[in-house]
C-alpha cells in the first residue's frame, strides 16, 4: 500500500482536516499519478454533505484530477513515466455491457465506479483528488495535451465534459440558439465551449453582476432571471438550454423559452425535485432532458478540442488550507469562475 497525504472532511458539516490515506498497490493495468491540481466541483459539497445520500467518513472529494503518472503496473500499454494525464468522475465500469461498449461508461448498467464514495472493484471505499496520488486503471485515465496547462486541465474533467457532452449530443454549432443557466463552474465552460462550437450563446444569471465576464468568455447575450421582463422577450427562442444550477428552480419558466422541439437539459444536480408541468412540453414538442459527464472517449476529445481551440477554464488557484473557505465562496455563487487546488502545498503534512 501506498501513503498519500490528502484533505478529508470527517462529518457532513465538518471542516477539512490532514489525512493520510492508502492508494492500492499498483494492478497490472493500473498507474500511479502524482496530482499537481485538483479542481473544486459543486458535486463534492452536495456528496461531502450528504445532500444526495448517506457517505463514508473520512471522505476525500475531488473529481477534476490533473497530474504526472510517476509509475505504471506490467501490462499498462497506454502511458510512461512522466505522462501528463487527468483522472475525471468515474475511476471503473463493468466494460462489457452495452453502455460501456459504446463508449459510454458513464451510463454502465451495472453502475460507474465514482472516483470518490463508490466501492470498487476490490472492495475498496474510494477517495479522490484533493490528496498527493491516485491509483487509477489505464483504461479511466485521459492524456493532457501539451497545449493545457495542468492547472486549467483539471476543471475540465467534470465541468469541461459535463457541459461538452450535451452540446455535442444535442447538435450545437452555427446556426443555434444556446442558453446557459447559472454562470458558475460549469456554466462558464458551457459558454466557452458553445461559443467554440460556434453557436450563439446567452446566459441566464441570477443578477448582471458578472455580464462584463460572461460577454469576454464568449456570451453574446446576458440577462438577468431576477428580471421577470427577460423570460417575456426571450420566449419560444433557444434550440437548448443547458440548465447548470446547483438549486431548485422553476424549471417551468425556462421550458417556455425553448423554441418548437427544443430541449432543456440539466446537468445541475440538486437534490430536491423540480416540479415540471407538462403543458409548456406539450405545446411545442419540447423536451427536457439530464446528461451524466462524459465517456472516456468523449473526454479525450473534449480535451483535444479546448487545445486545438484554445478553449480552458477561468480558475482560482488556491492552497490545501483554503478549501473550507472556497466551499463557501461556492454556496455563495462566489467564484470565478472555478477553484482549484495546488496539491504541491498539501505534501508538508505527512
Ligand atoms: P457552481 O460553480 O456553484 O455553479 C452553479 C451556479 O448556479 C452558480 O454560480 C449560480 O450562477 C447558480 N445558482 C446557484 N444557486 C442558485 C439558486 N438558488 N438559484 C438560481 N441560480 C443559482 O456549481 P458547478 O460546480 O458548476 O455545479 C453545478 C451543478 O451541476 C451542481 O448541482 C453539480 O452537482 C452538478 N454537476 C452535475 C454533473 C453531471 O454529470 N450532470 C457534473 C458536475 C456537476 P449565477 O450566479 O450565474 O446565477
Ligand atoms: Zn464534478
Redesign the pocket.
Known amino acids: 500500500m501506498l501513503k498519500a497525504n490528502a484533505r478529508a472532511v470527517y462529518s457532513k458539516n465538518g471542516s477539512f482536516e490532514s489525512a493520510v490515506i492508502e492508494r492500492r498497490d499498483l494492478q497490472p493495468d493500473d498507474v500511479l499519478i502524482e496530482i499537481q491540481y485538483a479542481g473544486i466541483?459543486?458535486?463534492d459539497i452536495?456528496t461531502a454533505r450528504g445532500e444526495w445520500g448517506e457517505v463514508q467518513y473520512p471522505l476525500v472529494p475531488g473529481h477534476e484530477i490533473a497530474g504526472i503518472v510517476v509509475e505504471v503496473g506490467s501490462q499498462v500499454t497506454k502511458f510512461k513515466v512522466g505522462d501528463r494525464v487527468g483522472v475525471g468522475?468515474m475511476v471503473d465500469s463493468c466494460g462489457e455491457c452495452e453502455n460501456c461498449r459504446n463508449g459510454e461508461e458513464?451510463y454502465c448498467l451495472q453502475g460507474n465506479i465514482g472516483t470518490y464514495a463508490s466501492v470498487d472493484r476490490y472492495g475498496q471505499y474510494t477517495q479522490g483528488g484533493y490528496s498527493t496520488h491516485i491509483v487509477v486503471r489505464e483504461d479511466f485515465v485521459v492524456r493532457i495535451p501539451d497545449a493545457l496547462g495542468l492547472d486549467v486541465a483539471a476543471p475540465l474533467l467534470?465541468?469541461g465534459i459535463?457541459t461538452y457532452s450535451p452540446l455535442r449530443h444535442w447538435g450545437v454549432g452555427p446556426g443555434k440558439r444556446v442558453a446557459v443557466?447559472?454562470?458558475?463552474?460549469?456554466?462558464h465552460m458551457a459558454v466557452k465551449l458553445a461559443h467554440a462550437m460556434g453557436a450563439e450563446v446567452t446566459?441566464l444569471?441570477?443578477?448582471l453582476?458578472?455580464r462584463e465576464d460572461g460577454l469576454r468568455l464568449g456570451a453574446d447575450h446576458y440577462y438577468a432571471?431576477s428580471d421577470p421582463e427577460t423570460f417575456q422577450k426571450l420566449a419560444g427562442t433557444f434550440d437548448l438550454i443547458v440548465n447548470?444550477?446547483?438549486?431548485?428552480?422553476d424549471i417551468n419558466a425556462y421550458m417556455s423559452l425553448l423554441k418548437t422541439d427544443g430541449t432543456l437539459v440539466?446537468?445541475?444536480?440538486?437534490p430536491e425535485p423540480l416540479a415540471v408541468h407538462v403543458f409548456p412540453l406539450i405545446l411545442h414538442r419540447r423536451s427536457f432532458a439530464?446528461?451524466?459527464?462524459g465517456g472516456i472517449r468523449e473526454t479525450q476529445e473534449m480535451l483535444d478540442f479546448c487545445a486545438e481551440h484554445g478553449v480552458a477554464p477561468e480558475i482560482e488557484v488556491i492552497s490545501a488550507d483554503q478549501i473550507d473557505e472556497a466551499w463557501e465562496r461556492?454556496?455563495a455563487?462566489d467564484?470565478r469562475?472555478?477553484f482549484v487546488i495546488d496539491v504541491s502545498t498539501m505534501k508538508q503534512a505527512q
Not at 244 to 249: C, L, P, R
Not at 290 to 293: C, D, L, T, V
Open positions: 466541483c459543486h458535486s452536495h468522475c458513464q467534470c465541468a459535463t443557466v447559472g454562470f458558475g463552474g460549469l456554466g446566459v444569471s441570477q443578477s453582476k458578472k432571471t447548470t444550477v446547483s438549486a431548485k428552480i440539466n446537468v445541475g444536480a440538486p439530464g446528461s451524466a459527464i461556492v454556496l455563487s467564484v469562475y472555478r
